[in-house]
């Protein structure tokens, strides 16, 4: 047994003295804050400005789509001038309107309204203050383009312009712009039937139908509300109407008397043991990884054959399955505090501004109820429970094809019906919460290399006690036969150079005593 710590000691503290493994720690909870507002900024700044060309034959339809987007345009710029004058210190031009956080209030506020109202929507005026870019710019139609020409024409001397062939003249976004889009309404389009005379849509981007979408929106408004006006009807009245939603309120006959109402963190607790079944294929997936390569390392440079002097193959493949178990363990317990720990300071942080009175967020409830999911549920204990149980199997499969193979190509040949395997529980994650204790949920519990991402998944529905206490004893009756069967394999293999051997022969090791 002391031979068995000494050599999980000598693994774990070889993982541990790697700057990849400290690296791996601390990028996540940086992932985490990076992945909600990197979205955001690469909408906002990763995408160049579109210039677009807009020909309306029908002569009544450009205005609306010029309002729609100019309306868009002023709303970017305000929200763009609220974070600028949200920045400590304030602006001077901007601070008689803003309210500084303080420590019980953290969110500063803008009176962007009181601003208007007292110096205009003149943004220039503010210095420091950078007008963002638009998102949609229109542009004269180029000069070799009649816009009352007949439609085909217009669209085969677009087309050069459209492929980039030519630019157009320099604009307030670019110097050299490409024209991203024409958009032309025919004459008729306003009393065309059954698409005889639809909008003509070019781009060569199919991707980004942020334009296309829009202007779709706002021809869609006007001609529904000239229909109801040929029919007699206010469209006022249809707008109240079709305004109304039938009221519904979600209740769970699982829950206490009086408290049955569904909310966000009912929501929240069917959906996020997603989220740790995939932290837990990774975390599964990359220990399993470790142990694999190291064995390999060890075997090609014969270090394999010191250790043994000193150790037997027993103690080697226990101490090395313990070893990387404790990195692993390590890791988790950071990636997991991490999120703990930003919940709870969320928590605080929104705590404090709503006894300050300040207006609540939509998303203000998320950092409790992410709190609470820890406190009231199994989902903490049961994924420690089941990152060791799934850990035993797969990290003693990747073992013992280690210490078959002398290379990682031989590995990878190897691996590849492995990781066919385990790409089946990424499969169903998203289809468990909807049905996490039907007919598939249930099939896939019971068998035991699937047991630990599948019961994962099904922890906060309340699974049945069969499924919970049945598909845990198998699995660890599994553990105990991947133990016994991996290492009689690796006794006689870890010494072995060459090809590894077939499948009739590893049979054939697991028969003789």
Sequence with gaps: MRYLWLVGWREFMENARTKGFWLGIFL???????????????????????????????????????DSLDRRRASEIDEALTSFARRSPAPAALA??????????????????????????????????????????????????ASDGPIPDIENRLRPWLRGEKTLPASQASPNPKLFAAVIIPKDYATATNDSAPLRYWSDNT???????????????????????????????????????????????????????????????????????????????????????????????????????SVTPGELMLGKLLGVALTGGVMMSAWIGS????????????????????????????????LSLFQTTWLLPGFAAYFILGYIAYATIFLTIGSLCSTLKDAQNLMGPLMLLLM???????????????????????????????????????????????????????????????????RLAILRTGQPPRIVELFRWLRNR
């Design 96 to 145: 008689p309107y803003v309210t500084p956080g303080s420590s019980n209030r953290p969110v500063t506020s803008f009176d962007l309204t009181g601003w208007k109202q007292k110096a205009g929507s003149n943004y220039t005026d503010v210095p420091g203050f950078t007008v963002p870019r638009a998102t949609w710019l229109e542009v004269p139609s180029p000069p070799d383009v």
């Design 28 to 66: 996540f909870p940086v992932i985490i804050l990076v992945s909600g507002s990197l979205p955001v900024l690469l909408a906002k700044k990763g995408v160049s400005t579109r210039h677009y060309v807009l020909i309306d034959q029908a002569g009544e339809f450009a205005p609306l789509i010029r």
């Design 207 to 309: 991707a980004d139908t942020g334009l296309r979408d829009s202007i779709q929106r706002v021809l869609s408004d006007e001609l529904r509300r000239r229909e109801y006006q040929a029919l007699g009807v206010d469209p006022a009245v249809i707008a109240r109407v079709e305004s109304r939603r039938a009221p519904v309120t979600d209740l769970n006959p699982r829950k206490a008397e009086g408290e049955e109402k569904v909310g966000l963190a009912d929501r929240l607790r069917q959906w996020a043991p997603s989220f740790f079944v995939y932290l837990l294929w990774v975390s599964i997936l990359v220990v399993s990884q470790m142990l694999l390569n190291s064995v390999i390392e060890e075997k090609s440079n014969r270090i394999i054959e010191v250790l043994l002097s």
């Design 424 to 490: 089946v529980p990424l499969f169903l994650m998203p289809f468990i919460p909807k049905d996490p204790n039907g007919p598939i949920a249930t099939f896939f519990s019971w068998i035991p290399i699937y047991t630990p991402f599948i019961m994962m998944n099904r922890i906060t529905a309340s699974p049945p006690l069969l499924d919970v206490i049945g598909t845990t004893v198998l699995l660890v009756a599994f553990d105990v036969f991947i133990l016994w069967a991996c290492g009689r394999i690796f």
């Design 339 to 370: 999120i703990a720990g930003m919940a709870f300071v969320q928590a605080r942080i929104f705590a404090s501004a709503a006894a300050s009175g300040a207006a609540a967020s939509n998303l203000a409830s998320v950092p409790t109820d992410v």
